[in-house]
């Protein structure tokens, strides 16, 4: 029910999402959508390290620029606080526990402090793709550096 | 004659609690509920009826093959077409689109020629135009709507005088739930011989067709919108259209002859038909046609306009709601999609469910007109023959909800 899937913390981010709007110049950027709704969420991030070290390299900052609802909101504010100063990789793999944990509905053991509060979406099937978008351009991200040739 | 109020107790589904409310049913434009007859129909079908049509010569195939013929007649006869070889059965709209891009327009299509739609089909009337298009290097051009959901005639008529190989336009907004004028339509395109494919998905049981759909070159309906399953839709065509088509997919029950290397075509319309088709969907499609007639379509149409008129009323008392679509009820089917401002649709649609209240949010498959628009998607209510003014006023009240939780 919506009361819980609207409840306190996701609420917050909703109302003040985090590290939003877009970095200029970016390292990576990432623009996807929601076919459902048409909504677009733009990820933007600036990379620390050097480039040989490939998806190691820290995120130093990242934002997202967000036209859509309030589900999509919050879980790229969650998504922003979460990944910061993390490597790509790293950053990448919360994604893989997000979807994970959204498929099977069981939680990992000491699961990542953003997941929780998220769960509750799982009653809602239609609404995952909207919590999911934020981590869908992070790892759309991730493969512009893994997987270069593919992102022309 | 029974009342329209008494209709509810026909739709099995309407008894359903969600989440400890009542269902207030009120996706009609995406998909309407099935009642008593429709459902006994299938059932009946394939408790007692079932077999391939067309193929045997035993009782059984004989009596499916009647069933499937007599839809195809109940289907002809609703919408006011004289010769039943005019109606196709499809999958549904979409199919009926495709068939129509693929096998007449295609291999008529040459680079430089213009298509015309409107800026508001939905996209299952754009795509297959532009599958075509993009392949054969033909240009769509889009008839401008004004700021009140309406077609622009000028326009139209502009776009028209280019000789475009096809117009596609919809009888009605599934968004706006604009009623366009088809039969100043159809005269246009009559005067610049320019072929007319309509969408009459939202406009099927909702409005009477009669009027015009044997005017059309094409006309395109789903069952599952007029009351009846999913899977079962209608391609009707003029028949030299139809007889000028080759075959889109091949199969069973669509050829005359078949050699190793060629093979000749059955007569229209089993020709367009390959395969096994719906059969037990097409039996009930003809139960939702009687259910429909039993009350008649101007009856349904005049409830519609009640509820409509209701809900751009009570809308208009919310100062935080843009109703898009014209403003009187009149000029449309039982649709209206808004804004609710600072709340985005999906969470407007999420916090009715709360108490039961099914409505759409999104951009209901039509893009490009969200973008004229300006809106990146809307809430739409939209009704049927079963809805109460009652439901109407649930779900514009649970409005307060949905401010309370993102106020």
């Known amino acids: 029910m919506s009361e819980s899937l609207y409840r306190d913390i996701l609420k917050d981010h909703m109302h003040h999402q985090r590290f939003a709007g877009r970095l200029e110049p970016a390292d990576l950027k990432a623009v996807v959508h929601n076919p459902l709704c048409g909504d677009e969420l733009e990820l933007t991030i600036v990379l620390g390290g050097d480039p040989s070290e490939g998806a190691q390299r820290p995120i130093q900052e990242a934002r997202n620029q967000v036209r859509a609802c309030s589900i999509c909101v919050a879980s790229a504010s969650l998504m922003g606080e979460s990944i910061q100063g993390l490597s790509l990789e790293e950053a990448n793999n919360l994604g893989t526990t997000f979807r994970e944990a959204m498929e099977t509905g069981e939680l990992p053991d000491s699961p990542p402090e953003f997941l929780p509060p998220l769960m509750a979406i799982r009653k809602h099937k239609s609404r995952i793709r909207c919590a999911a978008l934020a981590w869908n351009a992070l790892e759309e991200c991730t493969q512009q550096v893994t997987n270069p040739k593919s992102e022309g | ?407």
């Not at chain 2, 839809?71 to 549904?92: L, N, P």
């Not at chain 2, 065509?237 to 997919?249: H, I, K, T, V």
């Not at chain 2, 091949?250 to 096994?276: D, F, H, N």
């Open chain 2, 1 to 407: 004659m029974r009342s329209l109020l008494e209709a509810r107790s026909d739709f099995p589904i309407l008894k359903r609690v969600i989440h400890g409310h009542p269902l207030v049913f009120l996706d009609n434009a995406a998909t309407t509920q099935k009642p008593q007859p429709v459902l006994n129909a299938l059932l009946e079908f394939l408790t007692h009826s079932n077999a391939n049509i067309h193929r045997g010569v035993y009782q059984l195939s004989e009596d499916a093959s009647d069933a499937y013929e007599k839809a195809r007649q109940a289907v002809a006869g609703f919408i006011g077409v004289k010769d039943s070889r005019r109606v196709v059965f499809t999958r549904g709209t979409t199919e009926s689109i495709n068939l129509v891009a693929q096998s007449w327009l295609r291999p008529r299509l040459q680079a430089g020629d213009r298509i015309v739609l409107t800026e508001m089909e939905h996209h299952s009337n754009q795509i297959p135009w532009q599958l075509v298009a993009q392949e054969r290097q033909a240009e769509l051009d889009y008839v401008s709507i004004t700021d009140s959901g309406e077609l622009e005639l000028n326009h139209l008529e502009k776009l028209l005088a280019q000789r475009p190989r096809l117009l596609a336009v919809t009888a009605v907004s599934n968004v706006l739930g604009t009623i366009n004028p088809l039969e100043t339509i159809l005269d246009l395109a009559q005067r610049y011989e320019v072929p007319v494919m309509v969408d009459a998905a939202q406009a099927v049981g909702r409005i009477p067709l009669e009027d015009w759909a044997e005017r059309c070159d094409f006309l395109a309906f789903s069952g599952h919108k007029l009351y009846g399953p999913t899977g079962i839709g209608v391609l009707c065509g003029r028949f030299d259209r139809l007889d000028e088509m080759s075959p889109w997919q091949g199969g069973g029950g669509m050829i005359a002859k078949v050699g190793r290397q060629s093979s000749s075509w059955a007569a229209i319309p089993a020709r367009l038909e390959a395969g096994t088709p719906p059969i037990a969907e097409a039996v009930a499609l003809q139960a939702a046609i009687e259910y429909v007639q039993q009350w008649g379509v101007p009856k349904i149409r005049q409830h519609e306009q009640e509820l409509v008129a209701h809900a751009l009323n009570r809308l208009a008392e919310e100062p935080d709601v843009t109703v898009y679509g014209p403003s009187q009820a009149s000029k449309r089917t039982g649709v209206v999609s808004f804004d609710l401002e600072g709340v985005h649709p999906h969470d407007v649609a999420q916090i009715l469910d709360e108490t039961g209240i099914a409505v759409r949010a999104g951009h209901h498959c039509t893009q490009v007109l969200h973008e004229r628009l300006g809106v990146r998607a809307t809430v739409r209510l939209s009704m049927a023959l079963y809805n109460t003014l009652e439901e109407i006023d649930s779900a514009v009240s649970a409005l307060a909800n949905v401010r309370k939780v993102f106020s």
